[in-house]
Structure formats: C-alpha cells, structure tokens
C-alpha cells in the first residue's frame, strides 16, 4: 500500500469534508493536520465541532508555519548550530527577501549569506526566524541531526494531512519528500487552481511552481525511484457549490486540468432557483443588477471601483467563502481573457488563480461587469439586458 497520497480538489468539492471524515474514520491513529492560514486551521476546527461536537484528543490541528516552528525547528536547533542552543526561536512573516545587509550606491540590497553569518541570514536579531528561510532551516536541522527531525515528527503522527497544498514552495517541497519517506501516512490536499498565495517566494523547485504539485509528486527527478505518491483527481473533482455553467466557465483557465462538474446529488441540488449561470452586465445596468439579486462584490484590490452600498471582498481574501451570487469587477488583462476564454495564456499566473477562486465563490449566477461591444458574443456567458 502507497503511504503518500495527493488530493486534487476542486473549488467547493468538499476538501475540508474529507479531511475530517477521514481523521473521524481513524480514532485510533494519531493525526496532524496542517493548513497554510489561520483561516483554514479554524474552518477545519469548526468542522470538526459540527460533525462530533469536538477536535478529537488524538487530531492535532496547527498552521504550517507554526508545525514547522515546533516540530522541525526548536527541537534540534543545537544540531544546526551550537550558538542557537540556547535560544527560544521564535517567527517573523516577511513579504520580501529576508536578511538585508546593506544597500549598494545604486540601492540595491547586499544580503548576508548562510556561510558569511549563521544568525543574520536566518534570524532577527531577537532570534526570530524568517518566514522566508524557516523551511531551509528545518531541512538543515534535520540533515545534522541524522534524520532525528523526522523520525520524531513520524513516532508522533502515524497520519500527516497537509492541506492547501498548493500554496507550498521551495524547501517546503524537500520536506514533504522526508516526509514521505518516513513511517507515517502522508496526504496532501490542494487545489492547484488556486494559488494565490505562497509561504515564500524562491527560485528553487520553480519549475513546480504555480500549483504544479502533481508534477512534483511524480517526477523521479524530484523524488528518485524508491519514492512514490498516488494522485487522486477524482474523489473531490464535483462541486458541491457551483452551478454547473459556473463549473464549464471557470473550468477554461485551467484546459491542463479535467473540467469541473456540479455535484447533482438531491442535497446540492434540492432549490429551485431562477436567474443561474454566468452574466455579462454592462456598467449602466451595474446599479440594477446589484439592487435586484444582491451578490459580494468581488474586487482585485480597494482601489478598484465598486458600489459601497454593497458587500465586497477582494479576490484573494475571498478564497475559502461561498455566496450565493458574486458580482466581479475584472481588470484589464481578466477582461482581454473573458473576450478571448479560449486563451488562458493571456493571464499571468497570480491573475489567473485570483480570477478563478472569485468565479467559483458562488452557487447559483455570477456577473461581470463589462460593456460588451455591438454584436459581440461572450462564450459561456449570457449578457444581462
């Protein structure tokens, strides 16, 4: 039997279903269950409490950064670095390159390196570690302690789920491999249409990159032949959330990925409801529109132009949410793809995600506000009159 196993999933196909169910159906083994957000950690708690009343006494729920903290780091600090070992590592998220030394005559960074000074390139000078640099540190920790890192991560958990798997990169990829070659049942579980964010940005492994976890998985080149990982892009390929023209729609930007289906089961499906599918609406029906059916406001960020008697999000801080009607504000280069669906190309990957994740958040009709020229024809969508 493969230990490892990837999850592809859908967006509103059940992926925090499944990992519960799956720990609640193992009360006897010992569960980590990681996930990139504080968001994520708390739906997958609430989940938890709606199906048994509690996070069970043997499912341990933690953020990544903080599982990277507290199991790789700190317990074999000493084995990196004889300096450190008496230090209490603690963790800074950073949006840009870490461990800046100074800035050139032409303002450009000089950076320490690992090799120059141990404790500038990994550290704060309270000893806080970089968000950039902390899977590098546990991938180092665990070489010089001989593999101890995760053998005792592995005689911890027998079973590993790490959500939002999609959003890793770097040296977090080299971990997920240790992973897989230790004694515990590893599953990752992501939706590579939708990364948009990273834990950090880097060069290595870059060619997995952009939600392209499965080619990481499966490649002997990155893993060798004596590692293994099943790939599973059925069990959560339905939404449980999209109507099905939502699912065909969205399902254009990604072509190298199986089309999305709507679950038609009697729960999903069991409304009525007028007025579904995806809707071309040009800015001087906008007020009507959103005065008739009320959808979330979706936006790429505030400065973008949207209505304030409304609700609104952005793209990004959408993720996760379902609604019954969006309404979306699209930038140029999502409008140059709405006007040309057969050419995902057009997007830059970012763009992409964050325009998907925005068309799946809702069940019944999504809109876009756009003017259509005379006699133009919008694929897969209808325009509002």
């Known amino acids: 039997m493969n230990n490892n196993r990837l999850v592809i999933a859908a967006a509103g196909s059940g992926k925090t279903t499944l990992l519960v169910k799956t720990a609640i159906e193992n009360p006897n083994k010992s569960i980590l ?25 043997n499912v341990t729920i ?25 230090e209490r590592i603690g963790f800074i998220l950073v949006n840009t390159r870490s ?3 100074y800035k050139n005559k032409d303002g450009k960074g000089v950076y320490w390196s690992e090799k120059d000074n141990f404790k500038n390139y990994y550290f704060t000078k309270d000893f806080k570690v ?3 640099k ?38 977090d990829l080299e971990l997920i491999k240790l992973l897989f070659k230790s004694k515990s049942e590893v599953m990752l579980v992501g939706d590579p249409r939708q990364v948009t964010y990273k834990t950090h940005h880097t060069t290595k492994y870059s060619d997995y990159g952009n939600g392209n976890i499965k080619g990481f998985v499966t490649s002997d080149k990155t893993l060798g ?41 009697n729960d999903c499906r069991r409304e009525k409801i007028l007025h ?23 936006r790429w960020n505030a400065r973008s132009k949207v209505n304030p008697s409304y609700e609104v999000m952005n793209f990004g801080e959408s993720k996760g949410l379902t609604v019954d009607r969006a309404f979306i504000y699209p930038t140029k280069d999502m409008v140059n793809w709405i006007r040309n669906p057969d050419r995902p190309e057009l997007l830059k990957n ?9 068309l799946t958040r809702a069940r019944h009709s999504v809109a876009i506000a756009l003017d259509p020229e005379e006699g133009e024809v919008f694929e897969g969508a209808t325009i509002y009159q």
């Open 350 to 358: 970012p763009t992409r995600a964050r325009l998907y994740v925005a």
């Open 134 to 171: 902390i899977s590098k540190f546990c991938f180092e920790a665990n070489k010089a302690s001989k593999q101890a890192v995760v053998n005792r991560i592995s005689a911890l958990y027998n079973m590993i789920f790490i959500d939002e798997v999609q959003d890793l990169a770097g040296f």
């Open 225 to 265: 032949k004596r590692i293994s990982c099943e790939v599973d892009e059925t069990t959560l390929n339905k939404s449980h959330r999209c109507y099905q023209d939502i699912c065909d729609y969205s399902s254009k930007l990604y072509p190298q990925f199986k089309a999305v289906d709507a679950c038609q089961c």
């Open 276 to 298: 579904q599918g995806v809707f071309i609406v040009p800015k001087h029906l906008c007020s009507e529109y959103l005065k008739t059916y009320q959808p979330m406001q979706l």
């Open 62 to 86: 933690i953020t990544w950064f903080s599982f990277l903290l507290k199991h790789w780091v700190r317990p074999y600090q000493c084995k990196l670095n004889d300096s450190i070992a008496n």
């Open 130 to 132: 970089y968000s950039d």
């Open 33 to 57: 269950i990681t996930t990139y957000t504080e968001s994520n950690e708390q739906e997958i708690r609430d989940k938890f409490v709606k199906e048994v009343r509690t996070v069970p006494p």
């Open 99 to 101: 461990g800046l030394k």
